[in-house]
């Protein structure tokens, strides 16, 4: 039986599908979890939705992101964007008394938060990778929840987006500096997944997957790490100052300055055997990254 999926276009079809009154506004919502009755007909179903979300869980609870179920212990805070997949696997607790912050991006498009809404990488981490927070953080960034349902509640006029908006960046760079805080906080185990990425790319190079595959992607290695692409390259930026990408492509310079002194190989055939399949673009990287093309280190050294 083929799977079954369900897509959420508006916050007035959210609302109409949880059983809520038409919302005060268009383009964003704030509901009370409490509140929540999930529909047979979302149940069992992947769902996918067109805006962004925000939900602050303060009770345990399971729920499935992609192909894997977690169960939530209290005071995270979960981030989605549009078009990724989620669905519920069980009731939402009577005691819940977090909050779900739906809005779309014809809210922020025509913004400035529209145009940098992409920098806020944590809407594409994992879910296992939510934001752990204090009771004074959870009261922080709920003030900006509380101000942007007051705006869209109590007055729609020609300032009600740009307040709204500004609520919505000032709640984003919140979660920005706690997610800092939080990979501060967990050195020890971001050093093990160092050592995990960094032993993943030598496997990648020393086994055939190169010639069959090219150079690694991001997201391959996150996948043997365990994490999500963003939270990987975000988590060795904050420990190393380089981002996942950055770590690739450092490898395979040093990967070819090694063949470009050790062996009798063209510019051409070292491409080849690193991965690429324009040697232009190796011959790109690597001057990039040390000043010199590759015939010109070859040559001086």
Not at 242 to 257: G, L, M, P
Request: hydrophobic share 35%; proline share 3%; aromatic share 12%.
């Amino acid at each position: 039986m083929p799977e079954q999926f369900l897509k959420i276009e508006s916050i007035t079809q959210l609302h109409q599908l949880l059983g809520y009154d038409k919302p005060s506004h268009p383009l964003i919502t704030v509901l009370d979890p409490r509140q929540l009755q999930v529909p047979a007909e979302m149940r069992d179903v992947r769902v996918v939705s067109n805006f962004y979300a925000v939900w602050l869980k303060t009770t345990d609870c399971g729920l499935e992101y992609g192909r894997n179920h977690y169960d939530f212990e209290e005071g995270v805070l979960v981030f989605t964007g549009p078009q990724q997949v989620v669905s519920v696997s069980g009731e939402v607790a009577e005691d819940e008394a977090g909050w779900m912050l739906f809005f779309h991006p014809d809210l922020i498009r025509s913004t400035s938060l529209g145009e940098k809404i992409g920098q806020y990488s944590f809407f594409s981490y994992d879910l296992h990778e939510a934001l752990h927070l204090s009771d004074a953080e959870k009261a922080t960034i709920t003030q900006c929840i509380d101000n942007i349902k007051a705006e869209y509640e109590q007055r729609i006029d020609d300032h009600s987006q740009s307040v709204i908006v500004a609520n919505i960046e000032l709640l984003l760079n919140y979660c920005s500096r706690y997610y800092a805080r939080q990979f501060n906080t967990r050195t020890t185990a971001n050093k093990d997944i160092l050592t995990r990425f960094e032993r993943a790319l030598q496997d990648y190079f020393e086994s055939d997957q190169l010639l069959k595959q090219g150079i690694p992607s991001v997201q391959h290695l996150a996948e043997q790490v365990y994490l999500s692409a963003d939270y990987l390259s975000d988590l060795l930026k904050k420990e190393t100052g380089r981002t996942a990408k950055d770590h690739i492509n450092d490898f395979v310079v040093e990967r070819a300055k090694y063949l470009l002194l050790n062996s009798t190989d063209t510019v051409s055939g070292i491409a080849y055997e690193l991965g690429f399949n324009y040697p232009h673009y190796f011959s790109r990287l690597f001057k990039a990254k040390t000043g010199r093309t590759p015939g010109e280190y070859r040559s001086l050294n």
